[in-house]
């Protein structure tokens, strides 16, 4: 028969390690994510023309209205006033509103070009660009949204 000290928990057949001890070693099992190299591979495949960046499929569930709404809301404000010479606050919050109702870049092109005119293409194809590395990012589960 087996002496059982305060120090050794019993274990074997009859007492099996608790799960709580079991679960670290599962996860030294697996080889961690090279978060960086991930981010690369998924920067490297985000579209960069029109036709690529209006047909991506966007990952709308990942998208955080609150969180990303207030990462873009600075770009927007920045790029409208650096395109129209003029502060437009009506204009962002409409822009960062359409982005939180899902709009297509298609739909947001025509909702821009009569005021961004010549600029709207290469505003809507990086403003989407962005859409697409947060929310990709985002279902990698790769940093906050």
């Known amino acids: 028969m087996l002496a059982v000290t305060d120090s050794q928990p019993p274990t074997g057949p009859a007492h099996p390690a608790p799960a709580a001890a079991a679960a670290p070693l599962a996860q030294a099992a697996r080889p961690p994510i090279d978060s960086k190299a991930a981010l690369k591979a998924m920067m490297d495949s ?56 899902h709009t297509a870049p298609n739909m947001l092109h025509a909702e821009l070009n009569p005021v961004l005119d010549n600029d709207t293409e290469t505003f809507v194809i990086k403003l989407y660009r962005m859409v697409i590395y947060e929310t990709e990012k985002a279902a990698l589960g790769l940093g906050q949204p």
């Open 46 to 101: 985000i579209p960069t023309s029109k036709e690529g960046v209006f047909s991506y499929p966007i990952k709308w569930g990942h998208y955080n209205a609150a969180a990303m709404g207030e990462k873009f809301k600075g770009w927007v404000s920045s790029k409208v006033e650096q395109l129209l010479g003029v502060q437009e606050p009506t204009l962002v919050d409409y822009v960062v509103k359409l982005l939180g109702q």
